[in-house]
């Protein structure tokens, strides 16, 4: 069973950088799993931030990398504002549908 | 401007069934498939499958196949989802999404509909 793997949360400084990751339980991600990043608050639909592994969505800030880093998908921000504190999900398109990994809590403090 | 917008809220008793439905709006319905994603209480999201609304094909992830299914009506630009056998822990936001043509992800999202299962 192939499992999509994020760390469970994160904190970042007000203007630090962080990055997190998306990795599979065995293999590699690379771009040929087309990975996407959605950014959710509490009571909201996710918001689509990052799709074919590095580009950003329409009106996505450029504080907002992704890329693929070592065996992983990465999503970087880069200056964390407040209000980027937010639950990330990553997606892989796995040929047969898509896996979701199951989502890092960003603290922004 | 695409909007995706479903239906409300539901509460059903275990055992039962719901449909969701999807309307879709600002885009030519039948160029984009139609995904299900579901979200449990304090959990992540979890993919249930999509449904091609030009040619209603669909294809269900592995742990749904069997209770759910996925139908279009293009005449309204209406995607459903359809879970049979409710259990407690289909307790959950359910979202459609449009897939975009390229890239295999998902560009625009549904406000998301409750199911409550619960007796």
């Known amino acids: 069973q192939t499992v999509v793997t994020q760390e469970p949360s994160f904190s970042v400084s007000p203007g630090g950088t962080v990055t997190l990751t998306c990795g599979l339980n065995?293999?590699?991600?690379?771009?040929?799993?087309?990975p996407s990043w959605y950014q959710q608050t509490p009571g909201q639909a996710p918001r689509t931030l990052i799709c074919?592994?590095?580009t950003r969505s329409s009106g996505v800030p450029d504080r907002f990398s992704g890329s693929i880093l070592g065996n992983k998908a990465a999503l970087t921000i880069t200056g964390a504002q407040a209000d980027d504190e937010s639950d990330y999900y990553c997606?892989?398109?796995?040929?047969?549908?898509?896996?979701f990994g199951g989502g890092t809590k960003l603290t922004v403090l | 401007q695409v909007q995706l917008v479903q239906s409300g809220a539901e509460v059903e008793k275990p055992g039962a069934s719901v449909k969701v439905s999807c309307k879709a709006s600002?885009?030519?319905?039948?160029?984009?498939?139609v995904h299900w994603v579901r979200q449990a209480p304090g959990q992540g999201l979890e993919w249930m499958g999509w449904?091609?609304?030009?040619?209603?094909?669909?294809s269900y992830a592995q742990k749904f196949q069997g209770r759910v299914t996925m139908t279009r009506d293009t005449s309204i630009s209406t995607a459903y989802i359809e879970l049979t056998r409710l259990r407690s822990d289909d307790t959950a936001v359910y979202y459609c999404?449009?897939?975009?043509?390229?890239?295999?992800?998902?560009?625009?999202w549904g406000q998301g509909t409750l199911v409550t299962v619960s007796s």
């Open positions: 999404a449009r897939e975009s043509n390229s890239w295999y992800y998902f560009d625009y």
């Open positions: 600002g885009y030519t319905f039948t160029g984009y498939y």
């Open positions: 449904v091609n609304p030009n040619s209603g094909g669909t």
């Open positions: 065995s293999g590699s991600v690379s771009t040929s799993y087309y």
């Open positions: 074919g592994t590095n």
């Open positions: 997606a892989l398109y796995m040929g047969s549908g898509i896996v």
